[in-house]
């Protein structure tokens, strides 16, 4: 099949929406489809796009200078079109509801393409501030509701989905991880802010409120105001809200318990998943956290609020731990319970939960949706092979 994925966010910008989409992408053509990314260029000082190396073809639209009329989109549309005439979709998978749900609906429908929007919940959620914005809310709505299926990453998702559109063109699938290239062994680079063999919690995740780090912080204030200084928190990842976070930790004397470590991927972001004690994940709110999959993968328990995604993913006193959102108490009880426990029975459990996760299962539930899509117009599936192109990346402006 020939296959768009539609994204406003990809790589090189790194966080869940923008993982799920390559992954998914690297997948589809590892299984013999023929994938396009269809994609906003990075801002600027958000990193610099190196689309050849990806074994895909990456089209490129300029930022819509207006997400409330019509006409400011009209580079997602122009960039969709294009591709599609290259290519000729048989399917446009659009990830998020608006505006490129939006768009690839209103695409799809002009030219009989069936179209698949998965809601990984920023746009949708009763928090988001596009309710608030008649409407653009309108438009999401009619998007959901005018799409040939929706799928959703979590129950969560998938309940705020049912109360929008019809429940019986909603699925359930939810995020992968790639549990191969996670789990192979790394070796500690003396060079890494940490010492080899230190024994630590983790925590790898954007530093802003919705996350809940600053919670985890006054968990730890807890542990340590009980005795607890000889436990080590790592913090990986950044955010707008270091500067606060970082004066937190000093106003109350737990430097020597908490390490800063910026934003981390690859062999380090491995290494610190396979040797974490744990992996803690306050967040207020979370539609789906590839961390917990990837903590997950490595074996490693997980700490975490019982909200969103999460009821999913932690099976409670299985996996790990679930405690009540913005319970700074409860979540430094479940820190020190799990600090002093033997977690081997946990961490083999945590391993086979993942297998549930592994990209190959997820790729399949959508190759499957996709067929099944397709099938329903009785038209043939559309010849030209993007594999043939995968190593230039289109593009639409700059």
């Given at each position: 099949?020939?296959?768009?994925?539609?994204?406003?966010?990809?790589?090189?910008?790194?966080g869940g929406?923008?993982?799920?989409?390559?992954?998914?992408?690297e997948?589809?053509?590892?299984?013999?489809?023929?994938v396009?990314?269809?994609?906003?260029?990075?801002r600027r000082?958000?990193?610099?796009?190196?689309?050849?190396?990806?074994?895909?073809?990456?089209?490129?639209?300029?930022r819509?200078?207006?997400?409330?009329l019509?006409?400011?989109?009209?580079?997602?549309?122009?960039?969709?079109a294009?591709?599609?005439?290259?290519?000729?979709?048989?399917?446009?998978?659009?990830?998020?509801?608006?505006p490129?749900?939006?768009?690839g609906?209103?695409?799809?429908?002009?030219?009989?393409?069936?179209v698949?929007?998965?809601?990984?919940?920023?746009?949708?959620?009763?928090?988001?501030?596009y309710?608030?914005?008649?409407?653009?809310?309108?438009?999401?709505?009619?998007?959901?509701?005018?799409a040939?299926h929706?799928t959703?990453?979590?129950?969560?998702?998938?309940?705020?989905?049912?109360?929008i559109?019809d429940?019986?063109?909603?699925?359930?699938i939810p995020?992968?991880?790639?549990?191969?290239?996670?789990?192979?062994?790394?070796?500690?680079?003396?060079?890494w802010?940490?010492?080899?063999?230190q024994n630590?919690?983790?925590?790898?995740?954007?530093?802003?409120?919705?996350?809940?780090?600053?919670?985890?912080?006054?968990?730890?204030?807890?542990?340590?105001?009980?005795?607890?200084?000889?436990?080590?928190?790592?913090?990986?990842?950044?955010?707008?809200?270091?500067d606060?976070?970082?004066?937190?930790?000093?106003?109350n004397?737990?430097?020597?318990?908490?390490?800063?470590?910026?934003?981390v991927?690859?062999?380090?972001?491995?290494?610190?998943?396979?040797?974490?004690?744990?992996?803690?994940?306050?967040?207020?709110?979370?539609s789906?956290?590839?961390?917990?999959?990837?903590?997950?993968?490595?074996?490693?328990?997980?700490?975490?609020?019982?909200v969103?995604g999460l009821?999913?993913?932690?099976?409670?006193g299985?996996?790990?731990k679930?405690?009540?959102?913005e319970?700074s108490?409860?979540?430094?009880d479940?820190?020190?319970?799990?600090w002093?426990?033997?977690?081997?029975?946990?961490?083999e459990?945590?391993?086979?939960?993942?297998?549930?996760?592994?990209?190959?299962?997820?790729t399949?539930?959508?190759i499957?949706?996709?067929?099944?899509?397709?099938?329903?117009?009785?038209?043939?599936?559309?010849?030209?092979?993007?594999?043939?192109?995968t190593?230039?990346?289109?593009?639409?402006?700059?």
């Amino acid at each position: 099949m020939n296959i768009c994925l539609l994204s406003p966010t990809f790589l090189p910008k790194i966080g869940g929406a923008e993982i799920v989409v390559a992954s998914l992408a690297e997948h589809l053509t590892q299984a013999g489809h023929n994938v396009a990314v269809v994609t906003q260029w990075p801002r600027r000082g958000k990193g610099v796009a190196n689309d050849s190396a990806f074994a895909y073809p990456v089209i490129r639209y300029k930022r819509p200078w207006s997400f409330t009329l019509s006409l400011g989109m009209h580079s997602i549309w122009k960039a969709l079109a294009e591709a599609h005439k290259k290519y000729r979709f048989d399917i446009i998978h659009c990830h998020l509801v608006y505006p490129v749900g939006y768009v690839g609906v209103k695409f799809g429908r002009k030219d009989n393409i069936p179209v698949i929007i998965t809601a990984h919940g920023s746009d949708i959620r009763p928090t988001s501030r596009y309710r608030r914005k008649r409407i653009i809310w309108q438009r999401i709505t009619n998007s959901l509701k005018n799409a040939d299926h929706l799928t959703a990453i979590s129950s969560q998702m998938k309940e705020i989905l049912h109360s929008i559109a019809d429940s019986k063109k909603v699925t359930c699938i939810p995020n992968g991880i790639d549990i191969e290239k996670l789990t192979k062994p790394v070796e500690y680079q003396p060079d890494w802010p940490i010492d080899a063999g230190q024994n630590f919690i983790l925590y790898i995740g954007s530093l802003k409120h919705i996350k809940g780090i600053d919670i985890l912080l006054q968990a730890v204030n807890v542990i340590y105001r009980q005795g607890g200084g000889e436990m080590k928190l790592i913090v990986a990842g950044k955010g707008q809200m270091r500067d606060e976070l970082e004066q937190f930790v000093i106003d109350n004397d737990m430097q020597d318990m908490v390490v800063w470590v910026g934003e981390v991927t690859g062999r380090f972001k491995r290494y610190l998943l396979q040797n974490a004690r744990f992996v803690v994940i306050p967040s207020r709110s979370e539609s789906f956290s590839l961390v917990a999959l990837e903590a997950l993968s490595c074996g490693r328990p997980i700490i975490a609020s019982a909200v969103g995604g999460l009821v999913d993913t932690i099976e409670d006193g299985k996996t790990g731990k679930l405690v009540p959102p913005e319970n700074s108490q409860a979540l430094a009880d479940a820190i020190v319970e799990m600090w002093n426990s033997d977690c081997s029975e946990i961490q083999e459990n945590a391993k086979n939960k993942a297998k549930l996760y592994d990209w190959r299962n997820i790729t399949s539930q959508y190759i499957e949706l996709y067929e099944k899509l397709h099938e329903s117009r009785g038209e043939p599936m559309c010849s030209p092979n993007l594999r043939g192109q995968t190593h230039r990346s289109a593009s639409t402006g700059g």
